[in-house]
């Protein structure tokens, strides 16, 4: 009987991973005194958090999984530089085509370096910090970018587009200028820190977005940014709305979570373990024990940079694995990444890639597995998932090769039901529309594959 390694599909979407906050200092004026402010130059403050792979909550839709808290690793939080970039929004909307205002990153107008510059930064928790801006005057609305671990030197280059471009023309200098984020494939150096994740983050505050085009006056006014005397005032996405939301700022020093401009991973993580089900060999060699180990994992063909932005400044909403990415900037057609152990102890393997399109052509990234089987008589068969084929051999002189195997399509990126605990067919995001088996899937920035083995075929314990 064949003895085949089943490997099931789970796509996870990385979700917002929100940090602990602290109380503000004590406010210069008492609160009966607080007024609000226009026109003068005003101190105001943001706050940054870590969007991880993975949350507390799920809150995607049942055709996605969230990645579990143990599948989660420390050395994916580290931010060691980063540079912010601050532009005026207050015209910077247009009709969606359905009679509401959207934003548009072609009217957004960046501010002076000195109005961008961190007056005082404070953490406030594991993964999150607080700055503090002093703006020139007061805006109506501000759009944010943060990109991190990208070398303090990109965020100063004198290439960047300056004071009074537009955020179009600084997202395209960083997407076209991709010399200052060369790939790292030595997947090693993320796990000991010596190469960071590099990240990006973006958020508009006292934005109009989703405001009918007829709103009126007042209507636009209260969701517009507001600023007080006697504080760095929070930036938030609609502006404080009423007192209430003003009093509990300065009682807690904490703004709202969807106020928060949260860092997501440019890369994509792929991930493959084997997690036996209830009867299965182990995952762990031992004498007079069966175990279905897999002894190592490569991804060929990938790009050799990183797009640092996705393509939501032309335009695009986020991508999804099933939506259009953009083509690669440097494709490397023959080279291999090799996975790693995420930590000791931990038997799966995990490695970090540039998001990539897939469509099914000669060079598109695949994956290649090794897995060794033991019975318990300590009599080995060693198999290698490589692409379109399977080689299965052992140290009795048998070698035989399975091409165009049934059970290679998840090596190149392909849908392919073969866990029998879920449903199927599966969803599109946000859709009621089926995904087609052997439907190819991109590999998108901010998502976490998982490829999860869970027994072998006709094996005896």
Not at 280 to 305: F, M, W
Not at 328 to 353: M, R
Not at 434 to 447: A, G, K
Request: proline share 5%; net charge negative.
């Amino acid at each position: 009987m064949r003895k085949l390694l089943h490997i099931a599909l789970l796509l996870l979407l990385g979700l917002s991973l929100l940090a602990g906050c602290r109380r503000e200092p004590v406010q210069e004026e008492p609160m009966s005194e607080v007024r609000q402010v226009t026109g003068n130059p005003v101190n105001v403050s943001l706050t940054l958090d870590i969007r991880g792979f993975g949350s507390d909550g799920v809150i995607t839709k049942a055709d996605y999984e969230d990645v579990d808290a143990a599948l989660r690793y420390d050395y994916e939080k580290n931010v060691s530089n980063y540079g912010i970039f601050v532009f005026d929004a207050t015209e910077a909307y247009k009709d969606d085509g359905s009679g509401k205002y959207t934003f548009d990153p072609i009217k957004a107008k960046r501010l002076s370096s000195d109005e961008e510059a961190i007056a005082h930064k404070e953490q406030l928790g594991v993964l999150s910090w607080r700055h503090e801006l002093k703006l020139n005057k007061t805006y109506r609305s501000l759009a944010v970018l943060v990109l991190a671990n990208l070398g303090t030197a990109a965020y100063t280059d004198a290439g960047i587009p300056g004071e009074g471009s537009t955020l179009k023309d600084v997202a395209d200098y960083f997407n076209n200028t991709p010399i200052a984020v060369t790939y790292e494939a030595d997947q090693s150096k993320y796990l000991s820190g010596e190469v960071r994740f590099p990240m990006y983050g973006f958020q508009v505050f006292g934005s109009w977005e989703g405001l009918s085009t007829g709103a009126t006056a007042d209507e636009k006014n209260a969701v517009e940014l507001k600023y007080y005397s006697g504080m760095a005032t929070p930036l938030t996405v609609k502006g404080f709305r009423t007192q209430a939301e003003l009093d509990n700022y300065f009682s807690s020093g904490a703004v709202r979570a969807v106020d928060r401009l949260s860092l997501r991973f440019t890369l994509a993580r792929l991930h493959v373990r084997y997690e036996p089900a209830a009867g299965q060999p182990a995952a762990t060699p031992a004498p007079g024990k069966a175990s279905a180990e897999i002894t190592g994992v490569k991804l060929k063909n990938y790009d050799s940079y990183v797009r640092v932005l996705p393509p939501i400044f032309s335009g695009m909403k986020e991508v999804s694995p099933f939506t259009d990415v953009p083509a690669a900037l440097s494709l490397n057609t023959t080279g291999e990444i090799t996975f790693v152990h995420p930590k000791a102890g931990d038997d799966s393997w995990v490695a970090y890639v540039p998001e990539i399109k897939v469509s099914g052509v000669a060079n598109d990234p695949k994956l290649m597995v090794d897995v060794t089987v033991t019975d318990k008589d300590g009599n080995k068969v060693y198999y290698t998932f490589d692409r379109d084929r399977i080689r299965r051999w052992d140290t009795l002189g048998n070698d035989k090769i399975y091409d165009n195997s049934p059970w290679t399509e998840w090596l190149q990126m392909q849908t392919y039901y073969t866990n029998l605990l879920d449903t199927y067919p599966k969803k599109y995001p946000d859709s009621t529309t089926d995904i087609p088996l052997l439907t190819y899937y991109n590999l998108v920035r901010n998502y976490s594959y998982e490829w999860v083995a869970y027994g072998v075929e006709g094996m005896k314990l």
